[in-house]
């Protein structure tokens, strides 16, 4: 019974007043986030680590409020999807495609509930399995040695390469640049600077909080220039919000089957939400056959990618938490989260910091149950902030992300660079080449170097070591697959394109 | 085609640089089998492989847009960076509401709303970061008010 012991310990943290605050206002947040066109987890996480941690937050404060940001923003994907047929972030686009033709049938409110409460039995489910799978693969993850890490973080890259681009070389390119920028600075083994150029701003290296927000944010602000934020106009019309009971109760088998996809998926290092969302429809529309009406709006369809993106985003906090390794673009900036704040995530954390994980996933429960609170009689507060017009949207994220990179060092720099990293995921995104690879490459490019390093000191330079135990052995074979096999799957998993009017 | 073959380009330059520079690393007196040099060679070399197979294999070009979006793009950029430079002399106040109202307008161009949104973003983003969550921002230069 040590997981209920936990779990109380957890909940005495969570259920505080002042935690509790935060985790209602980080859920709030996130719904708008996530709703929000141009606005999803993986940004919207982004712009906001600089503030709470200029905040002053302690550790299990900054987490919950913004673990709570990360399941909202999920949770709130779904209503751009529904509404404008525009996925808010990545992992909803599945949504659209039996959300919108709903919502045109004069059905919005009921396709907004349903796929509040399938998000729900998701993330729920998902963060059931959390809370038994995190602590038993914590306990595996104390066999690992520096050539186990090294191999996993190969892993990761590789998983991640192949699901992320549709050219091979393209991702690889991403790591190595991702890679290389995490090399510039002070060699942590010798204490000399390396690639620094002579520029003493270079010392400290580049700080991987000014690459996401570059990447993520800034460059959304130069898709948006682009397109003229044409496109934001709510096409269908919502009228009262009711329960439609009979579509929950038909499709519960539905939401358990994605939910269980969509986790495993999520615990797939570098495999994340867009996957889980994508494997829960498509095994869904295979079970329902060709008179499920798929695609024409049936219930099941938008409860399928719902549960299975809520279910991924709980699955993806596995590795990140037990292993340190992220297995989405999303949980690699919580993973940058929890750098800032000085945590180090793998088997330790469990052990040293119980306080830390058991709070978090407390918070998580509690998060969840105010999300569908929130999510289902509230939905229309969060349906009018999607009429805050684009030309207002994008200035105020650039805003608030120079502000929130400038509280961070109060130098220009850092500034700059932000907006170099913002016109290269411009370039980068227009080119097909995917940006989350460059994100893990500077998160993880110390520690993946650190562990090489490490695997040579302990075998005096025999490159033998690296492949000298089973589970070594098994990353790699994993890794060498995850990153050949999409080329030959490619026709299978060729992602349906969304509805058009 | 084009826009992959110029990339991969690119790319091989800046892997062959960084190969170049990674060589030129000082190591101490402290040295473990590997090295400092040895990692940041390795993903050069990978990088300048990946560019390589791009230059050979390219995909279809992306749709670029016209040169005019290039244009406000392009402003876009100088403004970020103009406005990078002057937070810290001029206060937070006025350059941010020139910066906003400039997106804004390369946004959607229509002077009223854009200027709107600018004052109101600025004026709004000031008060809720200096007050709400008790950032220390300077509203405006010194000389200013006295």
């Given at each position: 019974m040590d997981i209920l012991a936990n779990l109380s310990l957890g909940f005495s943290i969570a259920l505080s007043p002042y935690t509790l605050m935060l985790a209602v206002i980080g859920c709030f947040l996130g719904t708008i986030i996530g709703a929000?066109?141009?606005?999803g987890p993986s940004n919207g996480v982004a712009i906001l680590i600089p503030l709470t941690f200029t905040m002053g937050l302690d550790a299990t404060s900054a987490l919950v409020l913004m673990t709570s940001v990360y399941y909202g923003a999920m949770y709130g994907g779904r209503i751009s999807s529904i509404?404008?047929?525009?996925?808010?972030?990545?992992?909803?686009?599945?949504?659209?495609?039996?959300g919108y033709p709903m919502a045109k049938k004069g059905r919005a409110g009921d396709a907004l509930v349903l796929s509040g409460v399938a998000s729900f039995v998701g993330a729920f489910l998902a963060t059931i399995g959390l809370m038994l799978l995190a602590p038993m693969l914590a306990r595996v993850a104390y066999l690992f040695g520096p050539a186990e890490y090294f191999a996993l973080y190969l892993l990761a890259f590789c998983t991640l390469g192949g699901m992320a681009s549709n050219n091979q070389a393209k991702s690889a390119i991403a790591s190595c640049l991702g890679l290389g920028i995490a090399m510039?600075?002070?060699?942590?083994?010798?204490?000399l600077p390396r690639l620094?150029?002579?520029n003493l701003h270079l010392m400290d290296g580049i700080d991987f909080l000014v690459a996401i927000v570059g990447l993520f944010a800034i460059a959304e602000v130069f898709f948006f220039i682009e397109s003229h934020?044409?496109?934001?106009?709510?096409g269908v019309k919502l009228d009262k919000v009711t329960i439609p009971w009979k579509d929950i109760m038909a499709t519960k088998w539905t939401m358990l089957r994605a939910s269980l996809v969509g986790f495993i998926a999520g615990i797939?290092?570098?495999?994340?939400a867009s996957l889980g969302s994508f494997l829960a429809y498509m095994s869904e529309k295979s079970i329902a056959?060709?008179?499920?009406?798929?695609?024409?709006?049936?219930p099941k369809g938008i409860a399928a990618p719902e549960a299975g993106n809520n279910a991924a985003a709980g699955g993806a906090l596995v590795p990140m938490l037990?292993?340190?390794?992220?297995?989405s673009g999303t949980t690699a900036v919580l993973l940058a989260l929890l750098m800032t704040l000085n945590i180090t995530p793998g088997p330790t954390l469990f052990t040293d910091r119980p306080e830390v994980v058991w709070g978090l996933i407390a918070s998580l429960l509690i998060a969840n149950v105010v999300l569908l609170l929130m999510n289902v009689p509230m939905v229309k507060i969060f349906v009018r902030v999607l009429q805050v017009p684009a030309w207002v949207l994008l200035p105020g994220v650039t805003m608030i992300s120079f502000v929130g990179i400038y509280s961070l060092s109060g130098s220009y720099f850092d500034l700059i660079l932000m907006v170099g990293f913002g016109a290269l995921g411009y370039v980068l995104r227009k080119l097909d080449i995917p940006t989350v690879p460059v994100i893990l490459g500077i998160l993880l490019g110390g520690h993946m170097e650190d562990a090489l390093r490490r695997a040579m000191v302990l075998s005096d330079g025999d490159g033998a070591f690296l492949f000298s135990s089973p589970i070594a052995i098994g990353l790699w074979i994993a890794a060498i697959l995850g990153f050949v096999a999409p080329m030959f799957l490619r026709g299978l998993l060729r992602k349906p394109q969304r509805v058009t009017d | 085609m084009a826009s992959d073959r110029i990339f991969g380009l690119v790319v091989l330059m800046v892997a062959l640089a960084y190969i170049a520079s990674a060589t030129q690393i000082q190591t101490s007196f402290?040295?473990?089998?590997?090295?400092?040099?040895a990692f940041p060679i390795l993903v050069g070399a990978l990088a300048a492989i990946c560019a390589l197979v791009l230059i050979v294999r390219p995909d279809p070009d992306p749709d670029w847009p016209a040169a005019r979006t290039f244009g406000s793009l392009a402003i876009a950029v100088i403004v970020l960076v103009v406005y990078a430079y002057a937070l810290k002399p001029l206060g937070f106040i006025l350059p941010t509401a020139f910066a906003a109202a400039i997106l804004s307008y390369q946004i959607s161009p229509r002077a009223g709303p854009a200027a709107l949104s600018g004052v109101g973003l600025s004026v709004g983003l000031f008060v809720l970061f200096k007050f709400a969550l008790g950032l220390g921002l300077v509203a405006f230069p010194k000389g200013i008010l006295g």
């Open positions: 929000l066109p141009g606005l509404l404008l047929n525009i996925p808010g972030d990545e992992p909803a686009l599945m949504t659209t495609l039996d510039i600075g002070v060699d942590n083994n010798s204490g620094t150029g002579g934020g044409k496109g934001s106009a709510i797939l290092p570098g495999a994340g056959g060709k008179d499920g009406g798929f695609g024409t709006g049936a037990t292993l340190g390794v992220p297995g | 402290l040295a473990d089998p590997v090295g400092p040099k």
